[in-house]
């Protein structure tokens, strides 16, 4: 047991041993408290570390050196926080290579093929397409009469099935659809470029229907029935065709 004397200092331990040195309770002792100096160095060096390691990590996320969005900066010459893109950067999925399947255009001039094979699920794409963004405009059968025009709409859109827009390219369609035509509004961001094309793919697969005649049917095919004769014009987007019996009775006697 060391001899203890009393520390007279203000606010210094009450006991120390001989080498004055504060006493540490023997409890304490006895759960693994360092008792050297050297020890307790390295404690207390860990601790510091510990704490100055942990106070940079804390100012360094909290306190950033950063912008707010739209700030005026005086690191630029123009002063703005918000910078352009570096010329030359394409945005991932936006490269775009092939120009045509985006625009419809081969050069300045609109192109008349399909960018892609047309097949039965093209033309069911198409035809789903287009009773959502165009039937209400340009009716189900493309004449132009939708429900919008007989509601008293100012300028009805012209049928598909005149000799104008029969002869007009394929690119031409797709070009209407993406950048709009007079008081039409571009349908660029509601319908993507692969949609545009089946559309186009169904408009001319509509003026077939709506224009063919025997002498488009193949060799050795025939025609199912005759086209059925309508009472006055035929159904739209807004109304349904009304046939006339005669033709009906007279198709079900040749059957």
Request: hydrophobic share 30%; charged share 20%.
């Amino acid at each position: 047991m060391p001899r203890l004397r009393k520390n007279s200092a203000p606010g210094s331990p009450a006991l120390l041993s001989k080498d004055g040195c504060p006493i540490v309770a023997r409890s304490v002792r006895k759960r693994g408290i360092p008792r050297t100096r050297k020890a307790w160095g390295l404690v207390v060096m860990g601790i510091l570390s510990t704490v100055f390691l942990s106070s940079a990590c804390r100012i360094d996320m909290h306190v950033q050196p950063r912008l707010n969005p739209l700030s005026r900066s005086d690191f630029f010459t123009d002063q703005r926080s918000e910078r352009p893109p570096v010329d030359g950067t394409v945005a991932r999925g936006e490269l775009r290579e092939d120009t045509y399947f985006y625009t419809g255009k081969a050069g300045n001039s609109p192109g008349n093929y399909m960018p892609f094979p047309v097949t039965k699920a093209v033309l069911e794409r198409g035809h789903e397409r287009y009773n959502i963004y165009c039937a209400p405009c340009h009716s189900r059968v493309g004449d132009g009469n939708g429900f919008i025009p007989s509601r008293g709409f100012a300028r009805k859109p012209p049928s598909y099935h005149i000799e104008r827009l029969q002869k007009a390219p394929l690119g031409y369609f797709y070009d209407v659809i993406t950048n709009g035509f007079g008081i039409m509004p571009d349908y660029a961001s509601q319908i993507p470029p692969r949609d545009r094309w089946s559309i186009v793919a169904y408009i001319r697969a509509l003026q077939l229907s709506q224009n063919a005649t025997k002498a488009d049917v193949p060799a050795g095919q025939n025609v199912p029935s005759e086209p059925p004769n309508f009472r006055g014009e035929p159904g739209s987007g807004a109304t349904l065709p009304v046939i006339d019996p005669a033709s009906q009775s007279t198709t079900e006697e040749r059957k």
